[in-house]
């Protein structure tokens, strides 16, 4: 009886790996598909986006480029302004730059505040 015991207890095992190897087959393919799924979903997001960023660079470029061209444009219609505002915005930045590298605060007010007061007057004369 032992013997049988032994066979059926073969046999049981037996169908048990079978079914455990169809399972772990299927649950392979499973996962083969689902990786598939994911690789072909990132793929899409990737194009997606890579499009959209294309986008963007376009639009920002061709707003940049129209701008360039509007501030040439008004440059060569009105040098005398364009001069001006060059020669204010240097002289504005020249005195805040050295401001900085400056040690005190009251020399620091003693110095700009006149420089932006007849800086701003400059402008509104020139633009009006």
């Known amino acids: 009886m032992e013997t049988n ?5 073969d046999r049981e095992m037996n169908v048990g ?6 399972m772990a087959a299927s649950a392979a393919q499973r996962a083969r598909q689902t990786s ?5 979903t990132a793929g899409e997001v990737y194009e ?3 499009q959209a960023v294309s986008d963007a660079y ?4 061709n707003v940049l480029n129209d701008t ?3 501030a040439v444009s008004y440059g060569k219609d009105n040098p005398g302004k364009t001069t001006l505002i060059a020669f204010g915005a240097g002289i504005g930045i020249g005195v805040l ?5 400056g040690s005190s605060k009251p020399r620091r007010n003693r110095i700009v505040q006149p420089v932006i007061n007849a800086l ?3 402008a509104m004369e020139v633009f009006r």
């Open 68 to 70: 360039y061209e509007q």
């Open 5 to 9: 015991k032994g066979i059926g207890g």
């Open 120 to 122: 701003s007057d400059i």
């Open 48 to 50: 997606q986006t890579r």
């Open 58 to 61: 376009d639009k920002t470029a």
């Open 17 to 22: 790996t079978g079914q455990s190897s169809h």
């Open 97 to 101: 730059l050295a401001a900085g590298f």
């Open 36 to 40: 598939a799924k994911a690789a072909q």
